[in-house]
């Protein structure tokens, strides 16, 4: 595989459920991020992991728990879930430096998660 | 406030037909860089073009231009011979080098080429 891979790309659970969203990237890069993307609102980032070390939490909710076990792999662990949280859930990658020049972000196609 | 609008909901063109998507962008930053994003009904950001704020030259990607203003602080996608493929949600970012890892997007611009 290629590109950036996500997993499950449906998702739906009830608000007492704990379930978890995996990311794997096969590009070699560095960091990692979690965007949220709700309907008619602009792409939020939520997370960011460079060199497995987080450097970016964007005041998220403790039900939403990420986790980098290594430069390849990302997942976002979901628990006691509002409706409101209901939305597309993007991962990227990108080298290491987010800052200074085109550090493209190679996004993934995406978790749709719907909770009840 | 935001700090990427894009004040074109939705679009119209014409299939062959250029469109012109627009941008505008607010920092008091001197460095910084402006992407294009497309996103089709598959979900999937995929990059088009990125403009460096320091560059003289306007980005070019194929049938992508990017149509740089900076004193106006506008960053327009213009598309050429639009085809039917590229119908889609385009989203417009901005990364400030001094929040080098904060990738801020606007709420993007949906564009549906006509037959």
């Known amino acids: 595989e290629t590109g950036v891979t996500q997993t499950p790309r449906h998702l739906v659970m009830g608000m007492t459920n704990k379930k978890s969203l995996k990311c794997e990237q096969h590009l070699g890069h560095n960091a990692m991020y979690w965007y949220k993307q709700s309907a008619k609102k602009p792409l939020e980032l939520m997370f960011v992991y460079s060199l497995e070390e987080r450097v970016e939490n964007n005041s998220v909710p403790s039900r939403f728990s990420p986790e980098c076990p290594n430069s390849s792999h990302l997942f976002l662990h979901l628990h006691t879930l509002q409706p409101e949280d209901s939305a597309l859930y993007l991962c990227a990658s990108s080298q290491a430096q987010g800052g200074s020049g085109a550090n493209v972000l190679t996004f993934g196609a995406g978790s749709r998660l719907t909770v009840l | ?115």
């Open chain 2, 1 to 115: 406030a935001q700090k990427i609008t894009q004040t074109q909901p939705g679009m119209f063109v014409q299939e062959k037909e250029a469109v012109t998507l627009d941008c505008t962008y607010d920092t008091s930053d001197q460095s910084y860089g402006l992407f294009w994003y497309k996103q089709p009904s598959s979900g999937e950001m995929i990059f088009l073009i990125y403009q460096g704020s320091y560059d003289e030259q306007n980005a070019t990607e194929g049938r992508y231009s990017l149509n740089f203003q900076k004193a106006r602080k506008s960053a327009n996608l213009v598309i050429s011979a639009s085809q039917l493929g590229d119908s889609a949600m385009y989203f417009c970012a901005m990364r400030e080098n001094n929040r080098s890892y904060q990738l801020t997007f606007g709420k993007g611009t949906k564009l549906s080429v006509i037959p």
